[in-house]
């Protein structure tokens, strides 16, 4: 269970974080579709910690011992998603960056021969 | 006939590639070897965003160049010659190292099958005969290692999966150029092709050691390539459509 403190502290992070993800969108600092994760994240922080019940349910249901182990382990198991997430995203850039910087190399090829008045290639036969 | 008067058939039209990354003292003596000794070919030379002066270099030497604005590795500078061919036409494509390693002259040797049609990527291969070509015992491990893994899944026997002497026909060009996923082109290249109906066929080549500079693999990375290698062969085995199969197969 969660003790009457650490539940009001709980809240105020929620609150803060919301606020600067809110923040960060306004100033398109943050994309909509993260920040629709991010305050899932902070809504769940904060149901989790006005519901007193929840977490004990969560913890029963996995067979833990102990509320906080639950909550870290909820808490890695996120972040573990997300690295994921951004791993795919990066390789995703990645592949789209190199394709982009090659039509860019082929693209200038094409360029220069034109402003030199040659046509295209002959295969020298 | 000597390989020096030979001549590609008519209608064919072949492109030599040549990717290069910081190659400005060996690029120009290799591109006038191509152009004396192959002189029906048009020379692509691929800079891979070179800090010196490659693309300089290569384009006074004669050849068309295509300056990439990153270095983005040796198997996209490839996959870049692999577009060109491709769009523009090119029946036929050889491969061939910026530092004058490979013969020029021996072109004829790898394109012939090609020319044929009897074969969609040709190997020059420094291992089928032995023409005193000495590999590190480091590198070896690595390489037989591959080529046996190669041979094993293409149902071919090759000796040099690594050699970048090579020559490709029309299909072989389309199936790579339409191709964004691969991360090397080597090994796992004739993987591909090979379990997708291409044709694959070696034939013995001399290769020197390189006139200047260091060669890009050092001890280190020649013990990780073969495993990232193997590594860049998971998405191809789980993968049956990775490229489209062979027209005509």
């Known amino acids: 269970m969660i003790f009457a403190r650490y539940k009001e502290l709980a809240l105020l992070v929620c609150v803060g974080l919301t606020m600067i993800i809110l923040e960060l969108v306004r100033r398109k600092k943050l994309g909509v579709r993260y920040s629709l994760v991010w305050l899932g994240v902070t809504v769940s922080m904060g149901v989790i910690s006005l519901w007193d019940g929840l977490l004990d349910l969560i913890r029963r249901s996995i067979g833990a011992v102990n509320p906080s182990s639950t909550l870290f382990f909820l808490g890695i198991l996120f972040s573990l998603v997300i690295l994921l997430h951004f791993s795919i995203r990066i390789s995703e850039y990645s592949q789209q960056i190199r394709l982009l910087a090659k039509e860019l190399g082929l693209l200038r090829e094409r360029l220069e021969r034109r402003d030199r008045g040659e046509g295209p290639p002959s295969g020298g036969s | 006939m000597t390989p020096l008067d030979w001549k590609p058939p008519a209608g064919q039209r072949v492109l030599v590639m040549m990717p290069a990354y910081n190659e400005a003292l060996n690029i120009g003596h290799s591109i006038e070897t191509v152009r004396r000794d192959a002189p029906y070919a048009d020379i692509l030379v691929v800079d891979d965003g070179s800090l010196d002066a490659t693309a300089k270099?290569?384009?006074?030497?004669?050849?068309?160049?295509?300056?990439?604005?990153?270095?983005?590795?040796?198997?996209?500078?490839?996959?870049?010659?692999?577009?060109?061919?491709?769009?523009?036409?090119?029946?036929?494509?050889?491969?061939?190292?910026?530092?004058?390693?490979?013969?020029?002259?021996?072109?004829?040797?790898?394109?012939?099958?090609?020319?044929?049609?009897?074969?969609?990527?040709?190997?020059?291969?420094?291992?089928?005969?032995?023409?005193?070509?000495?590999?590190?015992?480091?590198?070896?491990?690595?390489m037989i290692l591959f080529a046996n893994v190669t041979s094993a899944l293409i149902g071919r026997r090759v000796t040099d999966t690594t050699c970048g002497f090579r020559a490709y026909s029309r299909e072989a060009i389309a199936a790579f150029a339409q191709e964004t996923g691969v991360e090397a082109l080597d090994a796992v290249g004739l993987v591909i092709l090979g379990r997708a109906g291409y044709r694959i066929a070696e034939v013995p080549a001399t290769v020197h050691t390189r006139l200047t500079g260091k060669s890009s693999i050092n001890l280190v990375r020649s013990f990780v390539y073969p495993f990232n290698g193997l590594l860049s062969l998971i998405p191809v085995l789980l993968n049956r459509k990775f490229v489209r199969r062979r027209p005509n197969s």
């Open chain 2, 57 to 142: 270099v290569a384009s006074e030497a004669g050849a068309r160049v295509i300056t990439l604005p990153v270095n983005l590795g040796i198997f996209d500078a490839i996959h870049t010659a692999f577009i060109y061919a491709y769009r523009e036409g090119y029946t036929a494509a050889v491969q061939v190292d910026a530092d004058g390693q490979h013969q020029p002259s021996e072109i004829p040797v790898i394109l012939e099958p090609v020319m044929r049609g009897e074969a969609d990527v040709v190997i020059g291969s420094r291992y089928l005969e032995n023409r005193g070509y000495k590999t590190p015992l480091s590198r070896r491990m690595g």
